[in-house]
């Protein structure tokens, strides 16, 4: 099996920040692309921002300069350090990642179970 647990969403203030981190375990062979999606109440969910095994960094134009993506490959783990939050950040936050476990011949996407982040203005 393989899960991704996810920590850090809570509630701030406008302008304050908040650090989402996402840890996956289990029967884990490789891991490609980590990274992170929003949800918020009547809406789609959108891509935040990704990051490659190699470090490659893809990010939604309404986050750029404000949320950093990064990963420690070593403990199969992303985290994003939010700034500058506004009220419009507010959603549910989930980790996704591509990963191959050991007894699976191809990789796949899974996901984590969320964690809110409210921001009040």
Request: proline residues 2%; hydrophobic residues 30%; charged residues 15%.
């Given at each position: 099996?393989?899960?991704?647990?996810?920590?850090?969403?809570?509630?701030?203030?406008?302008?304050?920040?908040?650090?989402?981190?996402?840890?996956?375990?289990?029967?884990?062979?490789?891991?490609?692309?980590?990274?992170?999606?929003?949800?918020?109440?009547?809406?789609?969910?959108?891509?935040?921002?990704?990051?490659?095994?190699?470090?490659?960094?893809?990010?939604?134009e309404s986050v750029k300069g404000r949320f950093t993506i990064s990963r420690d490959n070593a403990k199969n783990?992303?985290?994003?350090?939010?700034?500058?939050?506004?009220?419009?950040?507010?959603?549910?936050?989930?980790?996704?990642?591509?990963?191959?476990?050991?007894?699976?011949?191809?990789?796949?996407?899974?996901?984590?179970?969320?964690?809110?982040?409210?921001?009040?203005?």
């Amino acid at each position: 099996q393989v899960q991704l647990v996810e920590s850090g969403g809570g509630l701030v203030q406008a302008g304050g920040s908040l650090r989402l981190s996402c840890a996956a375990s289990g029967s884990i062979f490789s891991i490609n692309t980590m990274g992170w999606y929003r949800q918020a109440p009547g809406k789609q969910r959108e891509l935040v921002a990704t990051m490659t095994s190699s470090g490659s960094t893809n990010y939604a134009e309404s986050v750029k300069g404000r949320f950093t993506i990064s990963r420690d490959n070593a403990k199969n783990t992303v985290y994003l350090q939010m700034n500058s939050l506004k009220p419009e950040d507010t959603a549910v936050y989930y980790c996704q990642a591509q990963i191959k476990a050991y007894y699976t011949d191809y990789a796949r996407n899974y996901w984590g179970q969320g964690t809110q982040v409210t921001v009040s203005s």
